[in-house]
């Protein structure tokens, strides 16, 4: 998987490796009927487990409260310029599917034509899902629109934790994954990804640190799974799935 490894930032890969091979990976067949099976009896399927590492080792804490007032300004500043436009597509991008990323890929990639990619991409989310409520339940950062009633969100939101951004997390996996799938887009990946992360901020749900924070999640996790057979087998399904679905060698 050339794109990741050059790409999923070099110095975290070298500083990750030892941590990858030091915990029992899961080595689960690829997509087959007894995953999807499995898929649905187990609270979670995933290719990384909370209990193999602890993310926020390596994110860090949320920015003091000093950074978080100067961060809400910084997003009053947005609110008072967000457009229609922007107020739509942030609403839209609540929605956390690869195929959100049809818009730059074409009107063909579907979870209906495309299930081995489907499977791969929920898995993956089922992932960032796990890994994200680390972050989450530790440090419990209190969401924009409750720190400042002055916040006018106009995206779904939860009221777990702001840190990390599990869409940010989502969205930038999805990202480094699907590039590797199709470098031949992945300029185009990479633009949607960070525009997933910035709607987030225009609609007023999460800090600008909570998406750098999801970003930088994002690519620990891609890192670590490549040593998981699980992923390997399930990626060089959708690989073959997606490149012929779109006629690409």
């Not at 924009?144 to 997390?169: C, W």
């Amino acid at each position: 998987m050339y794109f990741i490894r050059k790409h999923a930032a070099m110095a975290l890969l070298f500083s990750l490796t030892a941590c990858a091979t030091q915990v029992p990976l899961q080595a689960e067949t690829a997509v087959s009927n007894t995953k999807m099976a499995a898929m649905a009896d187990a609270d979670s399927w995933t290719y990384l487990s909370p209990a193999q590492i602890d993310s926020t080792r390596f994110l860090g804490p949320p920015p003091d409260a000093a950074a978080t007032r100067r961060e809400i300004e910084f997003m009053l500043s947005l609110q008072a310029q967000r457009t229609p436009a922007q107020v739509k597509l942030a609403v839209a991008d609540h929605e956390q599917s690869v195929f959100r990323f049809a818009s730059i890929i074409g009107d063909g990639f579907r979870p209906d034509r495309l299930p081995l990619t489907a499977s791969l991409f929920e898995t993956l989310h089922e992932t960032g899902n796990v890994m994200e409520k680390q972050g989450k339940n530790k440090w419990k950062r209190v969401r924009p629109p409750l720190a400042d009633a002055r916040i006018q969100p106009v995206a779904k939101y939860s009221r777990s934790g702001s840190y990390p951004s599990g869409h940010a997390t989502f969205s930038f996996l999805s990202a480094i994954v699907l590039a590797d799938l199709l470098p031949e887009k992945s300029e185009q990946i990479f633009a949607r990804a960070r525009e997933f992360g910035e709607n987030r901020v225009i609609g007023g749900v999460h800090y600008p640190s909570d998406v750098a924070a999801g970003q930088r999640l994002a690519t620990l996790i891609a890192v670590l799974i490549q040593q998981n057979p699980a992923f390997q087998q399930d990626f060089a399904a959708a690989r073959a799935e997606l490149r012929a679905a779109m006629h690409l060698p």
